[in-house]
């Protein structure tokens, strides 16, 4: 065996060309999200002349990026060929792994989608807002079916949302195995372990390529158990004074479900906040995947009737969402009122950059005079996700021939690409690449095949793709420096102004009386380029534009985005 700390990955990056038509037998794998990013997970897999997707999420904005509501997978790679699309398998209802689903169905609404029968449930309810009625086939672990010439397995794995599911994918090409979110808790609430047995009788077949979940891939050892939470969780609702105010991701059925537990033991009424929590918690309930005793959830109006030491408040907003109700309730923006004495449970991990907006509202909490207690103060959170310990253990159980990391940023894919190395993969066969880089797989060997385009397609509203960097830019400029408008009032036959240059400006501020010293230095250069510019419209506006910008640039080092109007008498 190679020495990891020495031994590289192959890293392929944008000087890729498109990949060549695929040869006869092979399976093409393209990963179009979710390399190099927590979130938008998406993998088209072809195989004679047909396409089956696993997975199709979004990822959620950073603060760079004003006014977007989500981020997609770019469809531009197989947007030609929906057609040819044999399904959508999804492993789990998270968001980042469904969320992209009502996107693409606008494109082609047949498309059937397999899952399980939660993931099912929470995928056709977010469908049924987009008015999409899907096409969908339940399977459960230990179902073997056949999508077009993809023969599928499924199989269970552990995660923090229950029925998460592995699914191994059989060609002429090979065997593939695409472990979607998991980990390996082996007292999970549910009873639901990842099924390692299965993984072994994979192993023993021969896996050629292996796409496994990355997330905690640089973190030692191996997770804790769920129900090792039980006792932090119950001391919070032991010692809290009044209110408990807990934020959760609103499909982590297994820790809403401890919550309800420690309420019920504690005397306290449960109320749910926010229309997803509210929805996806009522269909986990109906479907069995959540136990609530009968009279445990009331409704707000009864809530706010008890006193405050008997309510438990469950919430949306875990990752510091803007609109979401726990940021609304920091921005003091909400009906619930959060203040002294409360307790506010933050009973998820930060995903990757939103750690700003989740300390900010811890912060706001904290000032209001709320005790938070988090993942960073108290045992209340474990990951969904495998760590080191586990990955090394699955790749000496699977001895896969080849390695694809999957589901994480840089350091993950690469963390993850050591371990794989250091149980022995061939350091030519771990493949850390970016979302679009195609690998294909021929009688059972993996390569490089080359690269599509897989962009972030931004969401604005209810436009998909309109969104450009370019838009993102001029935002973030009008957040940081604000906006002027100079209106010009000009005879068109002499070029001259007849009223004084007017400036209006929004969130640009700056001491009194600049505006004269400006109108200045715009009158000379008008005066300046009378002979040899022309008396055109949109070429005076442009230079007045240009004029005022580098006087502000250089004058006062601001840059606010500038619009000038000339009106011709």
Same mark, same amino acid.
């Given at each position: ?128 807002? /987009? ?24 199989? *269970? ?14 060609? #002429?090409?090979?065997?593939?195995? /695409? ?16 099924? =390692? ?34 006792? #932090? ?136 005079? *709320? ?13 969904? /996700? ?11 159980? =699977? ?41 294909? =797989? ?87 380029? #009378? ?20 006087? =502000?640039?250089?004058? /006062? ?13």
């Amino acid at each position: 065996m190679r020495n990891a700390r020495t031994a590289k990955p192959a890293r392929h990056h944008l000087e890729l060309p498109a990949p060549a038509s695929l040869k006869k037998g092979a399976m093409r794998i393209t990963p179009l999200g979710g390399l190099g990013e927590i979130g938008r997970n998406m993998t088209v897999f072809e195989h004679e002349g047909k396409l089956l997707i696993v997975d199709c999420g979004v990822l959620f904005p950073e603060e760079h990026q004003p006014g977007i509501d989500v981020i997609l997978p770019d469809f531009s790679a197989i947007r030609s060929r929906l057609a040819d699309v044999v399904g959508i398998v999804l492993t789990h209802g998270h968001e980042d792994h469904i969320g992209g689903v009502p996107y693409l169905l606008r494109e082609r609404a047949d498309i059937p989608i397999i899952a399980s029968k939660l993931t099912l449930a929470f995928i056709t309810a977010k469908l049924e807002e /987009h008015r999409i009625k899907p096409q969908t086939r339940q399977v459960r672990e230990g179902d073997r079916i056949d999508a077009g010439p993809f023969d599928l397995e499924f199989l *269970a794995v552990s995660h923090s949302i229950p029925d998460g599911l592995a699914v191994a994918i059989r060609t #002429a090409a090979g065997l593939v195995l /695409h472990t979607g979110d998991f980990k390996m808790d082996q007292f999970p609430l549910d009873g639901r372990t990842t099924d =390692l047995p299965g993984f072994a009788r994979l192993g023993d077949e021969g896996v050629d390529l292996f796409l496994v979940d990355s997330t905690n891939a640089d973190v030692p050892g191996f997770m804790i158990p769920e129900e090792d939470l039980a006792p #932090a969780i119950d001391q919070v609702f032991r010692t809290a004074p009044r209110r408990i105010v807990v934020s959760s991701l609103a499909s982590h059925v297994h820790r809403i479900q401890q919550i309800l537990d420690a309420a019920e033991r504690h005397g306290r009424k449960v109320g749910f906040v926010g229309r997803s929590m509210v929805r996806n918690m009522g269909i986990a309930a109906d479907l069995g995947y959540l136990r609530i005793p009968d009279g445990l959830v009331v409704e707000m109006e009864a809530l706010e009737k008890l006193p405050a030491t008997d309510i438990v408040l469950i919430c949306t907003g875990s990752q510091g969402e803007p609109m979401a109700a726990l940021s609304r309730m920091a921005n003091k923006d909400h009906v619930i009122d959060i203040g002294e004495g409360d307790t506010v449970l933050l009973a998820s991990s930060l995903i990757p950059g939103n750690e700003n907006a989740i300390y900010r509202i811890i912060n706001a909490f904290t000032r209001w005079g *709320a005790n938070v207690v988090h993942k960073g103060n108290a045992k209340v959170h474990v990951s969904g /996700h495998a760590s080191a310990g586990e990955l090394a253990y699955c790749y000496n159980i =699977l001895r896969p021939t080849a390695v694809l990391p999957v589901h994480g940023e840089w350091r993950h894919l690469t963390a993850n690409a050591a371990i794989a190395m250091r149980t022995g993969i061939d350091e030519k066969q771990v493949f850390v690449v970016e979302d679009g880089v195609s690998i294909d =797989l021929v009688a059972g060997s993996a390569r490089i095949s080359g690269r599509v385009a897989a962009d972030h397609i931004l969401v604005d509203g209810t436009t998909m793709g309109v969104a450009t960097e370019a838009a993102l830019t001029d935002r973030r400029v009008l957040a940081e420096e604000g906006t002027i408008t100079v209106l010009a009032i000009m005879e068109h036959a002499s070029g001259r102004l007849t009223e004084p240059l007017e400036f209006f400006s929004r969130g640009f501020v700056e001491e009194a009386g600049w505006e004269k010293t400006a109108a200045k230095t715009i009158e000379d250069a008008l005066r300046a380029a #009378a002979e040899s510019t022309s008396r055109n419209r949109e070429d005076v506006e442009t230079l007045i534009t240009r004029t005022l910008g580098r006087w =502000l640039s250089r004058r /006062h080092r601001r840059n606010p985005v500038i619009t000038t109007i000339v009106v011709e008498e």
